[in-house]
């Protein structure tokens, strides 16, 4: 079992229930007041998320090859199936999209191979709380095993006015635990997040949730770009 999951286990009624998962939060989501409960007393997860204990299929895929196939069409009984057709029936831009893939794709050689528990799509409307603490984290479907800085990257795409990627970084310092190539490892995560919201929204019709997304994915290469000329320059 990964190393970040200092939890106990147990099958009940087809569910997979996850006790005390502080460790596991206090690691990724650290220094917010509603974050002060010392134990998350119960994740329900639905069945299919045993492979990612027991068969592993989804443990064993690394960074790298999970997001790489974010170009490739999938199998026809797939959700999105054969969907390069979407360039061509709907708004999803082929050029943007083919930008921002080969950017994330560059970015990849930042990331880690080492493993910890991601929930894959972390956000506020998945988790629980009550007399202002966590009580549960849910949905866990997208879950699996990568790199911690995935769910700082999710809160943060639909989050910016937070600033949580700095909340992150202050709290790392304040425990002397380095973070690699911790703002590329962000962009490069977001990138992906990008690429997925596109498809989706443009296979479901919903331009103008696609324009935000392609928005907001533009403003943090720009600024990225930015930063890095400014530091070239000095």
């Not at 990724?28 to 068969?55: D, G, H, M, N």
């Not at 790489?68 to 026809?76: A, L, P, Q, Y």
């Not at 910016?160 to 190539?181: I, N, S």
């Not at 997304?213 to 290469?221: A, G, P």
């Amino acid at each position: 079992m990964n190393r970040c999951l200092h939890s106990s286990i147990s099958i009940l009624s087809g569910q997979l229930l996850i006790l005390s998962l502080w460790k596991v939060v206090r690691y990724r989501i650290p220094s917010l007041a509603a974050w002060e409960s010392k134990s998350i007393s119960c994740v329900s997860i639905k069945t299919t998320c045993l492979l990612l204990t027991f068969q592993k299929k989804r443990i064993c895929t690394t960074n790298s090859l999970l997001l790489s196939r974010i170009d490739k069409e999938e199998d026809e009984r797939d959700y999105f199936g054969k969907w390069h057709s979407l360039f061509e029936d709907t708004f999803l831009d082929r050029d943007l999209f083919t930008r921002i893939y080969q950017h994330m794709q560059h970015l990849l050689d930042f990331c880690p191979t080492e493993r910890y528990l991601v929930h894959g799509n972390y956000s506020f409307k998945n988790t629980l709380a009550q007399n202002g603490k966590i009580t549960a984290v849910v949905d866990w479907v997208d879950a699996r095993y990568g790199d911690f800085v995935y769910d700082i990257a999710g809160l943060d795409f639909w989050c910016p006015w937070l600033h949580l990627p700095e909340r992150f970084q202050h709290y790392y310092q304040q425990q002397q635990r380095e973070v690699p190539f911790y703002q590329e490892r962000l962009l490069c995560y977001q990138c992906y997040m990008a690429l997925v919201g596109m498809r989706f929204f443009a296979a479901s019709g919903q331009e103008e949730a696609y324009r935000l997304v392609c928005q907001i994915i533009l403003q943090k290469l720009d600024r990225s770009s930015n930063t890095t000329t400014g530091d070239q320059s000095r």
